[in-house]
């Protein structure tokens, strides 16, 4: 008889900042006894360089495609920040990454800006939102009111 191999779990949880992702990554890690990796580990990097820190890390996770994690933030946020802040940052890296892990993705959204700051502002925030809503990537929907 054959044994059968256990695939993986890759799970992302994404949205526009304030929205409880790293609380839904906390709940998933302890129900489902998971590690969470999370993209604001590079915090000073992330600050000088968002696009290439952001393609060092999704390139980097790939490479844990074996083991099961749940990804706070993930691919998806390289696709939705750039086309909202109009970045000129090559994301054809992506091709390599986005369908690597089977990757089950969720979207939490809302209705009102959670976040109104110099680095997010409310336009921001709403553009970033549903930009979220329009990713092509058969995505699991969460709505946050």
């Known amino acids: 008889m054959k044994k059968r191999t256990k695939t993986p779990l890759h799970i992302i949880i994404d949205s526009a900042d304030g929205l409880g992702k790293t609380s839904v990554c906390r709940i998933l890690s302890e129900k489902l006894n998971l590690p ?4 604001t580990s590079m915090p000073d990097y992330f600050k000088k360089n968002p696009e290439e820190a952001s393609k060092i890390y999704n390139e980097t996770v790939v ?3 074996d083991l099961s994690f749940i990804q706070d933030r993930g691919w998806t946020t390289s ?3 750039s086309k909202v802040y109009k970045r000129k940052f090559d994301l054809s890296y992506l091709t390599g990454v986005v369908g690597k892990l089977n990757e089950k993705v969720f979207f939490l ?3 009102k800006p959670y976040r109104d700051d ?3 502002n409310k336009t921001k ?3 970033v ?3 979220y809503q329009s990713i092509d990537c ?3 929907t969460l709505g946050i009111t």
């Open 138 to 140: 058969d995505p699991y």
């Open 36 to 39: 969470i990796i999370k993209m």
């Open 109 to 111: 959204y809302g209705k």
């Open 63 to 65: 490479q844990f495609k």
């Open 125 to 127: 925030w709403k553009a």
């Open 79 to 81: 696709v939705v920040y």
């Open 129 to 131: 939102n549903s930009e």
């Open 118 to 120: 110099e680095l997010v």
